[in-house]
T-cell receptor, first 112, second 115 residues
Framework: AQSVTQLDSQVPVFEEAPVELRCNYSSSVSVYLFWYVQYPNQGLQLLLKYLSGSTLVKGINGFEAEFNKSQTSFHLRKPSVHISDTAEYFC??????????FGRGTSLIVHP | GAVVSQHPSWVICKSGTSVKIECRSLDFQATTMFWYRQFPKQSLMLMAT?????????EQGVEKDKFLINHASLTLSTLTVTSAHPEDSSFYIC???????????FGQGTRLTVV
């Protein structure tokens, strides 16, 4: 079985400040890791994914994440956030035939 | 590429009626489609997984007679909420995956309100 823990339900931050959204996972097998963003009343958009190879993954909109196998983490970071980054962010674990497990989500709130 | 279209984007229906939601992969063949339900301020809950041409696999606690899923072709899956009740009001999202892919692509979601 696999599980995903997003440690923060809400992260408030000021515009142009850096941000880190935390994600830890547990699995008995190798996994694939994803971060998705959801804007209000919309579907999900893929930010980035880790399948294998380099542990630092760069995604869209200036986001990046680092896979840390020893700490079973896949934290999402952005060096300078914008108001438009305000949204819900989901960490997702998948494996093999990709049966995804979603974290509970982190609401990023960017203040001017 | 890899666009998933979900229709309708929102629907209001009366209690007791049935509602059908469509999920289409526009530019690829989806061997597997997933249906999720999302309550306000909560994560996505996987309802069922469907493979083209076979019966859907429902997650524990999801009533398969109430939430009918049909994956009749490689580009279309439908979710029918039968005899809808106000507690079925929710945001429903589908996703589609190509065979052998490690990523699923999401539709834009359907907001269902049962009055």
């Amino acid at each position: 079985a696999q599980s995903v823990t997003q440690l923060d339900s809400q992260v408030p931050v000021f515009e142009e400040a850096p941000v880190e959204l935390r994600c830890n996972y547990s699995s008995s097998v190798s996994v694939y890791l994803f971060w998705y963003v959801q804007y209000p009343n919309q579907g999900l958009q893929l930010l980035l994914k880790y399948l294998s190879g380099s542990t630092l993954v760069k995604g869209i909109n200036g986001f990046e994440a680092e896979f840390n196998k020893s700490q079973t983490s896949f934290h999402l970071r952005k060096p300078s956030v914008h108001i438009s980054d305000t949204a819900e962010y989901f960490c997702v674990v998948g494996r093999g035939s990709y049966i995804p497990t979603f974290g509970r989500g982190t609401s990023l709130i960017v203040h001017p | 590429g890899a666009v998933v279209s979900q229709h309708p984007s929102w629907v209001i229906c009366k209690s007791g009626t049935s509602v059908k939601i469509e999920c289409r992969s526009l530019d690829f063949q989806a061997t597997t489609m997933f249906w999720y339900r999302q309550f306000p301020k909560q994560s996505l809950m996987l309802m069922a997984t469907s493979n083209e041409g076979s019966k859907a696999t429902y997650e524990q606690g999801v009533e398969k007679d109430k939430f009918l899923i049909n994956h009749a072709s490689l580009t279309l899956s439908t979710l029918t909420v039968t005899s809808a009740h106000p507690e079925d009001s929710s945001f429903y999202i589908c996703s589609a995956q190509r065979g052998g892919d490690t990523e699923a692509f999401f539709g834009q979601g359907t907001r269902l309100t049962v009055v």
